[in-house]
């Protein structure tokens, strides 16, 4: 089973459409592992943070992974939204296979200026990695 980190696609939420480009990782780390992102955000919008899905050898769908934040930002929100991107034309395999996903935003309150940090664990069993998102709003 492959885990695809779906960092910027079609992304397909609630009406909302937004441009993704597909990342295929290895399987996913042990939780001891840890991957860190940055993410710059205007305040007090929602900024999308990750996209998360995955696909089978034979590019079926897997499950959607669960997510569960971990440590939440200590100025803004944590959004999570279910959705379905399509694999680009681009990618090496699997292109134009949808994919069930789970989106990440992040919301500032309206005045915050500065950094926050948002951890939040992706997957299911012993199949779960760990994200630590460093997050700067700037004004």
Same mark, same amino acid.
């Given at each position: 089973? #492959?885990?695809?980190?779906? /960092?910027a696609? #079609? &992304?397909?939420?609630?009406?909302? $459409?937004?441009? $993704?480009?597909?990342q295929?990782? /290895?399987?996913?780390? +042990?939780?001891?592992q840890?991957?860190?992102?940055? /993410? ?7 900024a ?5 899905? *995955?696909?089978?050898?034979?590019? #079926? ?5 669960d =997510? ?5 930002p +200590?100025? *803004?929100t944590? !959004?999570?939204r279910a959705?379905?991107? +399509?694999?680009?034309?681009s990618?090496a395999?699997? $292109? ?5 996903? @789970?989106? &990440? %935003? ?5 005045? %915050?200026? *500065? ?9 299911? *069993?012993?199949? =779960? @990695? +760990?994200? !630590? ?7």
């Amino acid at each position: 089973m #492959t885990f695809v980190r779906l /960092a910027a696609a #079609t &992304l397909l939420l609630a009406g909302c $459409a937004a441009q $993704a480009q597909a990342q295929t990782q /290895a399987p996913a780390p +042990t939780a001891a592992q840890a991957v860190s992102h940055k /993410a710059e955000v205007e305040p007090g919008q929602d900024a999308q943070l990750g996209i998360f899905g *995955g696909l089978n050898p034979d590019c #079926t769908p897997v499950p959607v992974p669960d =997510i569960r934040i971990v440590k939440p930002p +200590t100025k *803004g929100t944590v !959004i999570i939204r279910a959705g379905r991107t +399509t694999v680009p034309a681009s990618a090496a395999r699997c $292109a134009g296979v949808d994919v069930p996903v @789970q989106a &990440l %935003f992040f919301r500032g309150e309206p005045k %915050f200026a *500065g950094p926050d940090v948002v951890t939040v664990e992706v997957g299911s *069993g012993p199949r =779960i @990695q +760990t994200h !630590i998102i460093d997050v700067v709003a700037k004004r």
